[in-house]
């Protein structure tokens, strides 16, 4: 009689694999009792039967059956072999079309060759399924009530650090949640230099640069953008407790950011620009969006032009090629008037976000949204019908659509300590100090917008040919 003996455990956190360790000795003990041979031995470790986790193990089990390798399967308990319903299912029809049997070490021999065999499995696999599902409730439960709580639920967060309380026997019976100032500090730098006009992928690059544990803290990982998003628009920054994806309350906890710094860079990451144009990434001050075209509209692109032995670098209209305007002579003139108007007195005005517009606009969103709730569930009810929701949803959705965009943009401003230094009296010199991104940023916030107007063709540039408007030109 050729045996495949099979072990399986759920939960090894420590990877010590005592456990499957455990039961394939039992199961050698019970072949050899009984005079079999042991034909394979197939084990899983730290991986559950209920959740539907690949299980190499056990598909190495049914491959020896389907190859006609063995004759029985032996088990320390029949919930080692099975805890899903269809999985067990479709196990015993294939196991009885192979003429397999099942033997416990703790539980009765299953012929699954008989009617009788059969329906015993089917009947100690649902008491098996039963149990999981009864824990899975259990453990479910815990977690809302630990969420509602505010609580921590699984590893710490970087960011954090675990502070266990113990009783006398060393066990643990609490803990809390407190900052980590080093990891901390980094979420805070990641979520300023944000706001201030930098990138996901330059902020990575100097993270990496500097040699900064990044959050799994494996050997060969690194910062990327995707880390850096993910990390910056994280609720729990703020001291949100999430749940299912739904933010339910405050955390226990502390914020390493103000729910108002989270809300802004929430919004800038979302902003639908930002997502289609490489995370903001420039090199150019007046590319993507800032500067356009006097003629057409069309937006500007940077072109080489070369006259002899010299090379020009043009801002030249995308689609028609309009227009074309030195790019250094372009930016000085865009300079200028920047410094100029954060000159002004009453600069710091500029950089103040509209957050009773933004609040405007938000609630604006939702009650658009609840008016499509409530068309939906007028369908659901057959109060109206499928025409009448695709005309009602037609109108309201461009609608809805316009006012998150403005609830978006409005809250996508920046921290006034992130541009202080432009407002000091020295606004020439920390111009010439920011990089391309922070400069657009400051356009951005500006409201400036650049026209390239066509002009005759002649030696020399002509600043007319340049128009540069902002939101609140004097």
């Given at each position: 009689?050729?045996a495949?003996?099979?072990a399986?455990?759920?939960?090894?956190?420590?990877?010590?694999?005592r456990?499957v360790?455990?039961?394939?000795?039992d199961?050698r003990e019970?072949?050899t009792?009984?005079g079999?041979?042991?034909?394979?031995?197939?084990?899983?470790?730290?991986v559950?039967?209920f959740?539907?986790?690949?299980?190499p193990?056990?598909?190495a089990?049914?491959?020896?059956?389907e190859a006609?390798?063995?004759d029985r399967i032996?088990?320390?308990?029949t919930?080692?072999?099975w805890?899903?319903?269809?999985?067990?299912?479709?196990?015993?029809?294939r196991?009885?079309?192979h003429?397999v049997?099942?033997?416990?070490?703790r539980?009765p021999?299953l012929?699954?060759?008989?009617a009788s065999?059969?329906?015993?499995?089917?009947?100690?696999g649902?008491?098996?399924?039963?149990e999981?599902?009864?824990?899975?409730?259990?453990v479910t439960?815990?977690?809302?009530q630990?969420?509602?709580?505010?609580?921590?639920?699984?590893?710490?967060?970087y960011?954090?650090?675990?502070?266990?309380?113990?009783?006398?026997?060393g066990?643990?019976v609490?803990?809390?949640d407190?900052?980590?100032?080093e990891?901390?500090?980094?979420?805070?730098?990641?979520v300023e230099?944000?706001?201030?006009?930098?990138?996901?992928?330059?902020i990575a690059?100097?993270?990496?640069?500097?040699?900064?544990r990044?959050?799994?803290?494996?050997?060969?990982?690194?910062?990327?953008?995707?880390?850096?998003?993910?990390?910056a628009?994280?609720p729990?920054?703020?001291?949100?407790?999430?749940y299912?994806?739904?933010?339910?309350?405050?955390?226990?906890?502390?914020a390493?950011?103000?729910?108002?710094?989270?809300?802004?860079?929430?919004?800038?990451?979302?902003?639908?620009?930002?997502?289609?144009?490489?995370?903001?990434a420039?090199?150019?001050l007046?590319?993507y969006?800032?500067?356009?075209?006097?003629?057409c509209?069309?937006?500007?692109?940077?072109?080489?032009?070369?006259?002899?032995?010299?090379?020009?670098t043009?801002y030249?209209?995308?689609?028609?090629?309009c227009?074309?305007?030195?790019?250094?002579?372009v930016?000085?003139l865009?300079?200028?008037?920047?410094?100029?108007?954060?000159?002004q007195?009453?600069?710091v005005?500029?950089?103040?976000r509209?957050d009773?517009?933004a609040?405007?606009?938000?609630?604006?969103?939702?009650?658009?949204?609840?008016?499509?709730?409530?068309a939906?569930?007028?369908?659901a009810?057959g109060?109206?019908?499928?025409?009448q929701?695709?005309?009602?949803?037609?109108?309201?959705?461009?609608e809805?659509d316009?006012?998150e965009?403005?609830a978006?943009?409005?809250r996508?401003?920046?921290d006034l300590e992130?541009?202080?230094?432009?407002?000091?009296?020295?606004?020439?010199?920390c111009?010439?100090?920011?990089?391309v991104?922070?400069?657009?940023t400051v356009?951005?916030?500006?409201g400036?917008?650049?026209?390239?107007?066509?002009?005759?063709?002649?030696?020399?540039?002509?600043?007319?040919?340049?128009?540069?408007?902002?939101?609140?030109?004097?």
């Amino acid at each position: 009689m050729r045996a495949a003996l099979y072990a399986r455990i759920s939960q090894d956190d420590l990877r010590l694999e005592r456990g499957v360790t455990r039961q394939l000795d039992d199961a050698r003990e019970l072949v050899t009792t009984r005079g079999w041979n042991v034909a394979a031995v197939h084990a899983d470790n730290d991986v559950s039967a209920f959740t539907g986790a690949a299980r190499p193990g056990y598909q190495a089990l049914m491959a020896d059956v389907e190859a006609g390798r063995v004759d029985r399967i032996v088990v320390y308990m029949t919930s080692r072999l099975w805890r899903s319903r269809r999985e067990r299912a479709e196990a015993i029809e294939r196991l009885a079309r192979h003429r397999v049997s099942v033997a416990a070490v703790r539980g009765p021999d299953l012929d699954l060759a008989s009617a009788s065999g059969r329906m015993l499995a089917g009947i100690l696999g649902e008491f098996d399924t039963a149990e999981s599902e009864i824990k899975s409730e259990r453990v479910t439960r815990a977690a809302l009530q630990r969420a509602q709580e505010g609580r921590a639920n699984g590893a710490v967060a970087y960011g954090w650090q675990r502070e266990r309380t113990l009783d006398g026997a060393g066990r643990v019976v609490s803990f809390r949640d407190v900052e980590n100032r080093e990891e901390a500090d980094i979420v805070r730098e990641i979520v300023e230099r944000l706001l201030s006009g930098d990138t996901v992928r330059g902020i990575a690059h100097e993270l990496n640069r500097r040699g900064v544990r990044p959050p799994s803290g494996r050997p060969g990982v690194v910062w990327r953008h995707t880390t850096i998003r993910k990390l910056a628009t994280r609720p729990a920054n703020a001291g949100l407790r999430v749940y299912k994806g739904e933010i339910i309350g405050a955390a226990a906890w502390p914020a390493i950011v103000d729910q108002a710094a989270h809300g802004r860079v929430v919004a800038l990451l979302s902003a639908p620009r930002r997502k289609s144009s490489r995370d903001g990434a420039r090199r150019h001050l007046l590319t993507y969006g800032i500067g356009g075209c006097g003629v057409c509209g069309s937006p500007l692109r940077v072109s080489n032009k070369r006259r002899g032995a010299r090379v020009y670098t043009l801002y030249v209209c995308e689609d028609r090629g309009c227009v074309g305007r030195s790019v250094e002579r372009v930016d000085e003139l865009v300079e200028a008037v920047v410094v100029r108007r954060l000159s002004q007195p009453d600069a710091v005005e500029v950089f103040r976000r509209d957050d009773h517009a933004a609040t405007e606009a938000a609630d604006r969103a939702e009650g658009l949204r609840a008016r499509l709730d409530t068309a939906a569930d007028s369908y659901a009810e057959g109060v109206i019908d499928a025409r009448q929701l695709g005309r009602i949803t037609e109108r309201l959705r461009p609608e809805l659509d316009e006012a998150e965009a403005q609830a978006r943009e409005t809250r996508a401003g920046t921290d006034l300590e992130a541009v202080g230094p432009l407002l000091d009296g020295h606004a020439a010199e920390c111009w010439t100090a920011l990089d391309v991104n922070r400069r657009r940023t400051v356009l951005t916030i500006m409201g400036i917008t650049v026209r390239i107007l066509p002009t005759r063709q002649g030696p020399g540039f002509d600043p007319a040919s340049v128009k540069v408007d902002w939101k609140d030109q004097l």
